[in-house]
């Protein structure tokens, strides 16, 4: 079925830059002035004397573009795999841990000017203990990676996801990325990156990478690297050809089903009981699910993954595109996050009925051993135009954190 439905179908910004909003149903008179840069609150140090660690609380910006910046003066950022308490104060998971033993004498200083250039709040303490969670010093607060990336570029990779992922990375975090033209990647040596995203596709990664890509890829991966793939990049790392991702993606659910073969002479009979059954029994036996454009719905993170540590109950995804798959099993992988139940799934935007059915709790992250590394696959592009920005904690995440 065509549609005429141009580019999107739903804007928000509050949605796309995960902030809180109100509808207001009536008219209202509004006050307002004016803010230059002076009048945003900066960030700061807290406890400044806290010679034992300093905390950074996640879930936002500042304490991401904090943790790269850190990283990039080598200091050593742990993160907290679960929610604690330290000193009368509730902490949640994905929290950054500075620790004084291993960093520089200078780490406070350091970490007061990296405060006030990324508008992150880091409090000291002056103890380790803590009443609930995990300790500070616990070995299960894993070491943040500093990852060298390499990022698909040039078609087949979509140079507006391409584009938008750089960006993201590069400009609103400052961490670099080297940009690998994708046919090469059948044959480059990826021994000297850690993670490799495939962004969304413009042409088809399968005719350009071919078996050799496919192969080189999953190498990458079976020796300790991580690979992101987006949108387009997923469909092609969950072909069963490529040896990727155990999941599948969906064709459209049928209305009529029938466990005799199509040729089968004769067929079971059937009855027909009005136009709209004679619509659904002439649709093909398999088919793909009607796309839609443009349209925001809620996903909804695993509470207890690593890769949604720090992350709301719900957050927001833009959706284009008819791709749907099968759920990962417990023993293939884990469904980091997924579509909401379909009376909540659609936040705005027009959504044909049978593919707000099919879309409710499918997987919009999934993540998938494989050797000594893993595949974090986004069923929809993260970096969509640069302006999903309420999924950046997502994708960093995927990038720098480790179970």
């Not at 406890?47 to 996640?58: F, L, Q, Y």
């Not at 929610?83 to 406070?108: I, K, M």
């Not at 009981?273 to 004679?278: N, P």
Request: proline share 6%.
């Amino acid at each position: 079925m065509d549609d005429e439905i141009y580019d999107v179908t739903a804007w928000s910004l509050p949605a796309l830059y995960g902030v809180p909003s109100l509808q207001c149903t009536d008219a209202t008179a509004v006050t307002g002035r004016t803010l230059d840069g002076a009048a945003l609150r900066p960030g700061r140090l807290d406890n400044r004397d806290g010679r034992v660690a300093w905390v950074v609380p996640s879930g936002d910006q500042a304490s991401l573009r904090l943790m790269t910046a850190a990283l990039r003066e080598r200091l050593v950022v742990r993160r907290a795999p679960m929610a604690f308490t330290l000193d009368g104060r509730r902490w949640p998971a994905g929290s950054l841990v500075l620790q004084a033993a291993e960093n520089p004498a200078d780490t406070a200083e350091r970490l007061e000017r990296l405060a006030r250039a990324t508008g992150a709040v880091v409090t000291g303490s002056a103890t380790s203990w803590v009443t609930e969670g995990r300790s500070l010093g616990s070995s299960e607060l894993a070491r943040v990676a500093a990852p060298r990336i390499a990022l698909a570029w040039d078609s087949p990779a979509g140079r507006n996801s391409a584009g938008a992922t750089r960006f993201v990375l590069e400009q609103r975090y400052g961490w670099p990325v080297t940009v690998v033209r994708t046919p090469r990647l059948a044959r480059a040596d990826l021994s000297g990156f850690d993670v490799l995203i495939l962004p969304d596709e413009e042409a088809s990664y399968a005719a350009t990478l071919g078996e050799a890509g496919a192969a080189n890829i999953r190498e990458f991966v079976r020796r300790g690297g991580t690979l992101v793939t987006m949108a387009g990049a997923t469909r092609w790392a969950a072909d069963p050809g490529n040896a990727l991702l155990s999941t599948r993606r969906e064709r459209a659910v049928q209305d009529i089903e029938s466990t005799a073969p199509a040729d089968a002479d004769p067929v079971p009979g059937s009855r027909l009981a009005d136009a709209d059954a004679l619509r659904a029994a002439v649709e093909p036996r398999e088919r793909e699910l009607l796309g839609t454009d443009g349209v925001l719905l809620r996903v909804v993170p695993q509470a207890d993954h690593w890769l949604t540590a720090g992350l709301p109950a719900e957050m927001i995804v833009t959706q284009s595109g008819s791709d749907v798959f099968r759920p990962l099993t417990l023993d293939e992988g884990a469904n980091a996050v997924r579509f909401a139940a379909p009376e909540r799934l659609v936040a705005g935007g027009a959504v044909w009925e049978e593919s707000r059915l099919q879309m409710a709790f499918k997987p919009v992250v999934m993540v998938e051993d494989l050797g000594r590394g893993r595949i974090v696959a986004f069923t929809v592009d993260p970096t969509w135009r640069g302006q999903m920005e309420g999924l950046d904690p997502l994708l960093l995440n995927a990038i720098f954190a480790r179970p």
